[in-house]
């Protein structure tokens, strides 16, 4: 399942917190070219950006359509995560490929029963542009 992106973002991918990258807690980013440098909302926005094909309507599409969703998870470690999930697999920068909700549930994931909802991204998104 989109083997090409996924191999694309992972070979160009490095991870940086927000705070080091950007001096703050949260920021929610698109990285439109490599090198792709950022958190785990990084890495699943910048996901389904390449497998919408880079446009932002399908993007937002499949968002609102409920196709892909972005999820909170509680990592093995306690802190939080975000996890792409894209029809009824999920991806993220510690699987780095798509698995069953099983599967990530066996990295230590434990899912939370609300997702952040279309709007919630969005918001997020213009708060971080805004923030530059």
Not at 49 to 74: D, Q, R
Not at 80 to 89: A, E, I, N, P, R
Request: net charge positive; with cysteine; hydrophobic share 35%.
């Amino acid at each position: 399942m989109f083997d090409i992106e996924v191999s694309h973002l992972n070979n160009t991918w490095k991870y940086r917190y927000d705070k080091d990258q950007y001096g703050k807690k949260d920021h929610w980013k698109v990285m439109k070219k490599p090198p792709y440098e950022g958190d785990c909302e990084d890495y699943s926005l910048t996901m389904l950006y390449l497998i919408s094909e880079k446009s932002w309507f399908k993007f937002w599409l499949y968002l609102f359509t409920f196709k892909a969703k972005l999820c909170f998870v509680t990592t093995k470690n306690g802190g939080g995560h975000g996890v792409l999930k894209f029809g009824k697999m999920y991806i993220d920068n510690w699987s780095k490929k798509f698995v069953s909700k099983k599967e990530m549930e066996k990295l230590g994931h434990r899912f939370h029963p609300w997702r952040f909802l279309p709007t919630t991204v969005a918001i997020k998104m213009l708060i971080a542009k805004l923030r530059g």
